[in-house]
């Protein structure tokens, strides 16, 4: 098994434009979310979703967008991005059963930067 | 609201000495609560969880960590430091109804002295 995995791993983008960060995992996880991770903070859940079909906001959900419409993969896409966007994003996956007991599997992270 | 507070931002130890890393802890509801490492440029693993069973918990590669509901603590320990420690830590917690969102404490740096 891969697990998590995302593409891509470091990307520069200039102010305004857009991209998808892409997630996948391959072990029938139904819950998947994203986060961002900046210096002197803990990670901030942006978007999560709790199934094909179904997606929901987290703590920072503006200027990203995203969709699942398979089990497996769970994109991010920035609309319009920014400087304040700069930052490293984590896809996680687990199980649903019993979520909050159960442990997240992170991908390995995309590190971007936005001039 | 709930929220998770890391008391130390940077922990430094020496090689063979124990390890303290604190985390409070506030909730109107019973928690859940859990400890993940992040060794430089890498990507987060879970050391360990409580989902109230046992009040001590342990982990991998010799971590434990105890939850005390009258302190609202759940500080996470180690015997004796080891150079591959080093990295940072973060304390997690997430309420039983708590809509699949996890709250994650700013993050602890344990620096090794050899």
């Known amino acids: 098994n891969a697990g998590v995995t995302q593409t891509p791993k470091f990307q520069v983008l200039k102010t305004g434009q857009s991209m998808t960060l892409q997630c996948a995992q391959d072990?029938?996880?139904?819950?998947m979310s994203w986060y961002r991770q900046d210096p002197g903070m803990g990670l901030r859940l942006i978007h999560y979703?709790?199934?094909?079909?179904?997606?929901d906001q987290g703590e920072v959900p503006n200027g990203y967008n995203v969709s699942r419409s398979t089990t497996e993969d769970f994109p991010l896409r920035l609309l319009s991005a920014a400087p304040s966007q700069t930052s490293v994003y984590f896809c996680?996956?687990?199980?649903?059963?019993?979520?909050?007991?159960?442990?997240?599997?992170f991908g390995p992270g995309t590190r971007l930067t936005v001039l | 609201a709930q929220s998770v507070t890391q008391l130390d931002s940077h922990v430094s130890v020496s090689e063979g000495t124990p390890v303290l890393l604190r985390c409070n802890y506030s909730?109107?509801?019973?928690?859940?609560l859990f400890w993940y490492v992040q060794h430089p440029n890498k990507g987060l693993q879970l050391l360990l969880k409580?989902?109230?069973?046992a009040t001590l918990v342990k982990g991998i590669n010799g971590f434990e960590a105890e939850f005390k509901k009258s302190e609202t603590s759940f500080h996470l320990t180690k015997p004796s430091a080891h150079m591959s420690d080093a990295a940072e830590y973060f304390c997690v917690v997430t309420l039983m109804d708590s809509n699949y969102q996890l709250i994650w404490g700013a993050g602890t740096k344990l620096i090794i002295k050899p």
């Open positions: 979703s709790v199934g094909a079909g179904i997606t």
């Open positions: 072990m029938n996880h139904e819950y």
């Open positions: 996680a996956s687990s199980s649903s059963a019993g979520h909050n007991y159960n442990e997240q599997f």
């Open positions: 409580y989902t109230s069973a």
């Open positions: 909730s109107s509801y019973s928690p859940s």
